[in-house]
């Protein structure tokens, strides 16, 4: 009981530091928002690599995996920066709020219902319930946020598929641990584990708005 509290608190602490990081970073913008970019897909792609290392399949689909994961960062990485950019610091915490939602509303889903699981063989702690509370955290923070950012060009409720689109990339990374024999995915991060673990679903949920807006299906609401 001692040991599950002090991890509690090693998993809270390092979650408000990693919070206070990134949201000061998301603030400011410019280059300082630029460094965290850097910084954290740097370390993503090494913990990524890693990970596909220990993984038990041959040496043409690693390097296939590789290169999805080189196209997978460096894409979000981008998207977001031009969400940050153009569209301002409101949208981007859209993008994230939706994320860190869709994570808290399963986690809470989960342990409340319990219920079938998901993807036993993948993931043993996964659960309907989980992602559907996913989902629909996700759906109240994108519409709050959306609607505070002035959001046009697409729905509000895409936070509902936003949800589905964060849990499917945690799964997947998910996968990617179990074909690898591995907890987690680095020791970076007290109580967390590696900074992948904690932004698996940030990458395809960037990926997908960024490009949108820069297809120009995502816009904000001119003030007046």
Same mark, same amino acid.
């Given at each position: 009981m001692a040991a599950a509290k002090s991890d509690m608190w090693t998993r809270i602490g390092s979650a408000i530091v990693l919070f206070a990081i990134a !949201?000061?970073? $998301?603030?400011?913008? !410019?280059?300082?928002?630029?460094l965290l970019?850097? *910084? #954290?897909?740097? $370390? *993503? $792609?090494?913990?990524? @690599?890693?990970?596909? +290392?220990?993984? &038990?399949?041959?040496?043409?689909?690693? @390097? /296939?995996?590789n290169l999805l994961g080189v196209a997978l960062v460096l894409g979000s990485m981008a998207a977001l920066w031009f969400i940050r950019d153009t569209l301002g610091m409101t949208v981007a915490l859209w993008v994230f709020g939706m994320v860190w939602a869709a994570d808290i509303g399963a986690y809470c889903a989960g342990r409340a219902f319990g219920g079938t699981r998901l993807a036993p063989r993948i993931s043993p702690s996964k659960t309907w319930s989980g992602l559907i509370g996913g989902m629909v955290a996700a759906l109240v923070a994108? /519409? &709050?946020? #959306?609607? +505070?950012?002035g959001i046009i060009g697409v729905p509000l409720w895409i936070g509902l598929f936003m949800g589905?689109?964060?849990?499917? !990339?945690d799964l997947a990374q998910s996968w990617m641990k179990r074909r690898a024999g591995v907890k987690d995915s680095?020791?970076?991060i007290p109580g967390h584990g590696g900074l992948f673990d904690r932004v698996?679903?940030?990458?395809?949920?960037?990926?997908?708005?960024?490009?949108?807006a820069f297809a120009g299906q995502i816009a904000v609401r001119a003030a007046g």
């Open positions: !949201g000061t970073a $998301l603030w400011f913008g !410019g280059l300082a928002f630029a970019l850097l *910084v #954290g897909g740097a $370390l *993503v $792609l090494v913990e990524w @690599a890693v990970l596909v +290392r220990a993984m &038990t399949m041959g040496g043409g689909a690693k @390097a /296939a995996l994108g /519409a &709050t946020i #959306g609607d +505070r950012a589905l689109l964060a849990q499917l !990339g680095g020791k970076l698996d679903g940030v990458l395809p949920v960037a990926l997908l708005l960024g490009a949108l």
